[in-house]
């Protein structure tokens, strides 16, 4: 509470103030002249390891591509595995910021994680980037200054989708995904546009994360027989529903559509069961810009692995780490403007460039794709500079 006052007055401070904050700069920047310490709060175990694999890999390799320094400063790095357990995320996210004094917290996959992550940087007033983690309320009623996100939120790739699936035509849909805060927000936003481009959602199917047996919950979209399914799933979770989908004999009957976490990091083990499957999403394998090209190849030479969208939003929460700490010259404390120059900053990614919302989330382009081979094929744009409502954000 101490501390979270400190950063509102610091925001509240007027220009002249400011000056004479500056003029006291030589003392406080000789502490910010050290390492800076990065807390990546990620699941390295469970069915999203793979994904904060990625997302460390991307996050490391924008800082490799610099040299190992933001803004002159060398990074050092402490890990936590979150596991994607809500249940231990206050005190994981707590030993990052008590224990081991972190100035910057990077994290997570996992919306309920990242809401415990948002809560204790709110109070504290620690520099906050989400590198996946969809929660609504991150960058709505949890929004904040010094938080920040580098990927999606929840709402969007579902929102993107409803609009694909109205104006195909079809009526009646079935959605199913996890009950959890980015299963159940990707499902809103899909209804909310699905709805008001005519379509109804007959019947919302879900079980609790991260289970996989979906067997019960096949046989009963069967009986429902719609037009069409919308799913969130991802990570593990996603290759198994895949399988399991075209394994039920569901492929031929009842098309199936889905955010696209679905199909992303996943194809290789999915194979021929995804192949053909729409999905949205603000990337894609096949966006043969220069930018994406440079970092596909970047990436692919560091890991010996493709890039995935996971891999790209750690690639750009080190990006935008590195706008904000080069506008304050490496000097952390000066938090109103390290968020007044990311409020501005274009940033260059390899998704395609983009800048964020009032609330601080990604105003982006979500792409239709289609599976082909082991890749995302882009088929078009769906949804065009996509904005976040920030709905109860008020900062
Ligand atoms: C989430 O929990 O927000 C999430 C997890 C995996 C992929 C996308 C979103």
Redesign the pocket.
């Known amino acids: 509470m101490k501390t979270r006052r400190t950063f509102n007055s610091f925001v509240a401070l007027g220009a002249m103030t400011a000056a004479v904050l500056s003029a006291a700069a030589p003392a406080a920047h000789a502490q910010n002249t050290g390492k800076v310490k990065v807390g990546l709060m990620l699941p390295a175990t469970g069915t ?1 390891a793979a ?1 904060g694999t990625a997302i460390e890999n991307g996050f490391r390799l924008h800082v490799a591509e610099r040299g190992g320094k933001l803004a002159g400063r060398e990074i050092e790095f402490v890990r936590v595995d979150d596991e ?1 357990d809500p249940a231990k995320a206050t005190d994981n996210v707590n030993k990052l910021v008590k224990r081991d004094n972190v100035d910057v917290l990077i994290g997570t ?6 809401m415990a992550m948002a809560r204790v940087a709110k109070e504290t007033g620690t520099l906050l980037i989400v590198p ?4 609504d309320a991150v960058t709505g009623p949890m929004c904040a200054p010094n938080i920040f996100r580098s ?2 939120s ?1 709402w969007q790739p579902g929102y993107a989708m409803g609009e694909v699936m109205a104006k195909k035509g079809y009526k009646r849909v079935v959605t199913i995904t996890w009950r ?4 159940d927000e ?1 499902v809103k936003g899909f209804k909310e546009a699905f709805e008001k481009g005519g379509g109804t959602v007959v019947k919302d199917l879900g079980l609790p994360f991260p289970n996989v047996e979906f067997q019960a919950l096949l046989t009963e979209i069967a009986a429902t027989k719609p037009d069409a399914v919308y799913t ?1 799933f ?2 593990g979770g996603a290759v198994k529903f895949v399988k399991d989908y075209a394994a039920a004999g569901l492929r031929r009957s009842i098309p199936l559509y889905g ?1 696209g ?1 679905l199909t992303d990091g996943t194809l290789l083990a999915q194979g021929a069961d995804a192949e053909g499957l729409f999905t949205t999403l603000h990337y894609a394998d096949s966006l043969n810009t220069p930018r994406d090209n440079a970092f596909r190849l970047a990436y692919a030479k560091a890991y010996k692995l493709q890039p995935d969208v ?1 891999a790209v939003q750690g690639y750009d929460a080190a990006q935008m780490l590195a706008v904000g700490m080069e506008a304050v010259k490496g000097d952390l404390t000066k938090k109103a403007e390290f968020a007044a120059a990311l409020q501005k900053a274009r940033i260059d990614s390899p998704r395609g460039p983009f800048s964020l919302s009032k609330s601080h989330n990604p105003v982006q382009d979500i792409y239709l794709r289609q599976v082909s081979g082991k890749e995302n094929k882009v088929v078009g744009i769906a949804t065009k500079g996509l904005a976040d409502p920030g709905r109860g954000c008020r900062m």
């Not at 996959?109 to 990242?114: E, F, I, L």
């Open positions: 999203f994904l994607s996959v996992h919306s309920g994680v990242a996946n983690a969809g929660a990927s999606f929840n959890y805060a980015a299963g990707s969130f991802a990570g955010a976490f996971y």
